[in-house]
């Protein structure tokens, strides 16, 4: 099996990282995070210690640990598992990827493992047209290339790249690009076939690692990646570690069936996944969350379920982001059916949302406009997810 070598570049510290875990039901505790095993979460808060089952757990958040971004224009690799995560440098051959990041130090990934890189910056303008690229069923590799914001490429096999060149051969011919003016490069291997990670990593540069196995030792986490490498992370450039997998879906996971978007004015603002609309954590009630929905007024969201899960659950709020005037009404429905509804204000408590969704195969989500026009109206579903 293919070996990674991930190495953090990230000092140890000895100190215990403070974390916050949330279980299935959504009650939360707090403390300090004393050791981790296959099993169990040790937490210490006081001079009291507990053992949380991960079977319970939903996910750990460690909130001093803030998401911080490279001063330079980040490189971001996309592994055949899932994983992607942004690096500063970047050479491969036809057997290895050599890459080296702020966070994960220097990595050398089979070449087989590598699923697409990413040169550029990924603007709005063009964030469909390269996801449509990587979900795209190729034959061929692509060197996609960016035109003003459109997209273009050509197929062929992607050879060795080095620090400014790429080698490329389209049939017979070998062509040397200049990588410069390459957006990016997507190989055509099809996604690995393991199942769903045990672990989600989440590092604080918006790396996301999927991982068979991970622990704590009391100063650094070791973590078997769904490819078969152990990696080593300081504690402070994790975010959080996501056990959902198998026990809940989040809504952020999905792709609705169907969306309609109704600007008050001339502008559409599109929903976004994990993120709110400026790039940043979603931010409620003084507190950031890493999974949920940003929907601004009027977004009509709706998704087909496969009748599965038995409650969903949210913590809503308008974004902590802009001025206290935010006012949307909210409705959601399943299967027609009218499962919450009400409006949401900047002045008011974030809403926990613990719905009944059992049997329901269609499910809406509609942010409607409040009483002042479409000002400010950046509603957050966090934690928006659906319990099996």
């Keep these: 099996m293919p070996v990674l070598f991930f190495v953090s570049m990230t000092t140890l510290l000895a100190v215990a990282p403070e974390v916050e875990v949330t279980s299935l039901s959504g009650a939360s505790a707090t403390g300090s995070l004393q050791s981790l095993n296959k099993t169990v979460a040790k937490v210490k808060a006081g001079q009291t210690e507990k053992d949380l089952p991960l079977s319970n757990i939903l996910n750990m958040r460690f909130p001093r640990h803030r998401f911080q971004r490279s001063l330079e224009l980040p490189i971001t690799v996309r592994l055949t598992d899932g994983s992607h995560f942004p690096i500063q440098s970047l050479q491969s051959n036809e057997r290895q990827v050599k890459v080296s990041g702020d966070q994960t130090g220097e990595l050398i990934l089979p070449a087989v493992n590598v699923a697409s890189i990413r040169f550029g910056p990924l603007t709005s303008n063009i964030r469909d047209s390269w996801e449509k690229l990587l979900n795209g069923e190729n034959s061929k590799d692509l060197l ?6 459109v997209l273009d490429y050509i197929d062929g096999v992607v050879g060795s790249i080095t620090g400014d060149k790429i080698q490329f051969f389209t049939g017979e011919d070998e062509v040397a690009v200049n990588r410069s003016r390459v957006f990016g490069v997507i190989y055509a291997r099809p996604p690995s076939p393991e199942g769903s990670p045990f672990c989600a990593i989440r590092l604080t540069d918006e790396g996301v690692l999927n991982a068979s196995a991970i622990t704590f030792t009391g100063t650094e986490f070791i973590a078997t990646l769904q490819a078969g490498a152990q990696a080593r992370f300081a504690p402070p450039s994790i975010a959080s570690l996501d056990f959902s997998q198998g026990k809940v879906r989040y809504l952020s996971d999905l792709e609705p069936a169907n969306i309609e978007y109704t600007p008050f004015f001339d502008t559409v603002w599109k929903y976004r996944k994990d993120r709110h609309r400026d790039g940043g954590p979603l931010r409620v009630g003084g507190k950031e969350y890493a999974r949920g929905l940003y929907i601004h007024s009027k977004t009509l969201l709706q998704y087909r379920l496969k009748g599965e899960y038995r409650n969903f659950r949210a913590i809503m709020g308008i974004d902590d982001s802009v001025p206290g005037i935010g006012f949307v009404y909210v409705e959601i429905k399943g299967d027609g059916r009218t499962l919450y509804s009400g409006n949401v204000r ?15 195969r269609d499910f809406e989500v509609l942010v409607d406009f409040g009483d002042n026009l479409e000002i400010c109206d950046h509603l ?7 319990i099996k």
């Design 346 to 360: 900047s002045s008011d408590s974030p809403v926990e949302l613990n719905l009944d969704v059992r049997g329901v």
């Design 380 to 386: 957050d579903l966090c934690e928006a997810r659906f």
């Design 144 to 149: 996609v290339v960016q035109k003003e914001n």
